[in-house]
T-cell receptor, first 115, second 110 residues
Framework: DAGITQSPRHKVTETGTPVTLRCHQTENHRYMYWYRQDPGHGLRLIHYSYGVKDTDKGEVSDGYSVSRSKTEDFLLTLESATSSQTSVYFC??????????????FGPGTRLTVL | RKEVEQDPGPFNVPEGATVAFNCTYSNSASQSFFWYRQDCRKEPKLLMSVYSSGNEDGRFTAQLNRASQYISLLIRDSKLSDSATYLCVVRRGSQGNLIFGKGTKLSVKP
């Protein structure tokens, strides 16, 4: 258990409204990630963070912003939700594994529906 | 060409069978390789990292062929509980983002 929680776990919202998803971790991991998962696609990286206030874009960052004001929380914001952002959103952390390489562990996910 | 490609399946096998999944990746700069499993409506869970020399964890064996840019996962003596989608994953760099294949669905039947 990597100690990752996500909230909310489910959300239904309307097109044009702002939405914020929260990822919370309890083990002081430096790297955190937001992915989305859609049918017909593998998981795709939206944004990631390598420390407090340090973030960078991933493969599918358009329409999303992130913030990390403290180590334990990584927030994903949809400024104006669109139906194409209906998806399952996963947060992940990275930690050094026994293999000697960094391994990523995922939170339980947030199912977002934009009507 | 997709960066990570997997046979989508589904693979339907009886309990006790041996099943092999294959995966190819296109970026020769990829440095780390993993297999994840994902149960329906759940998060991906790390099954095993894949070492250059190959590695085994119980009934699971992973192989990497860097020259052919090919990764495999072998499951022996399949159990009902092995039913899931298996995700092939690669990463460029030590903390680069993960690149996921679309997954191969396995269904183990009694």
């Amino acid at each position: 258990d990597a100690g990752i929680t996500q909230s909310p776990r489910h959300k239904v919202t309307e097109t044009g409204t702002p939405v914020t998803l929260r990822c919370h971790q309890t083990e002081n991991h430096r790297y955190m990630y937001w992915y989305r998962q859609d049918p017909g696609h593998g998981l795709r990286l939206i944004h990631y963070s390598y420390g407090v206030k340090d973030t960078d874009k991933g493969e599918v960052s358009d329409g999303y912003s992130v913030s990390r004001s403290k180590t334990e929380d990584f927030l994903l914001t949809l400024e104006s939700a669109t139906s194409s952002q209906t998806s399952v959103y996963f947060c992940a952390i990275s930690e050094l594994g026994t293999s000697g390489s960094y391994e990523q562990f995922f939170g339980p996910g947030t199912r977002l529906t934009v009507l | 060409r997709k960066e990570v490609e997997q046979d989508p399946g589904p693979f339907n096998v009886p309990e006790g069978a041996t099943v092999a999944f294959n995966c190819t990746y296109s970026n020769s700069a990829s440095q780390s390789f993993f297999w994840y499993r994902q149960d329906c409506r759940k998060e991906p869970k790390l099954l095993m990292s894949v070492y250059s020399s190959g590695n085994e964890d119980g009934r699971f064996t992973a192989q990497l062929n860097r020259a052919s840019q090919y990764i495999s996962l072998l499951i022996r003596d399949s159990k009902l509980s092995d039913s899931a989608t298996y995700l092939c994953v690669v990463r460029r760099g030590s903390q680069g983002n993960l690149i996921f294949g679309k997954g191969t669905k396995l269904s183990v039947k009694p």
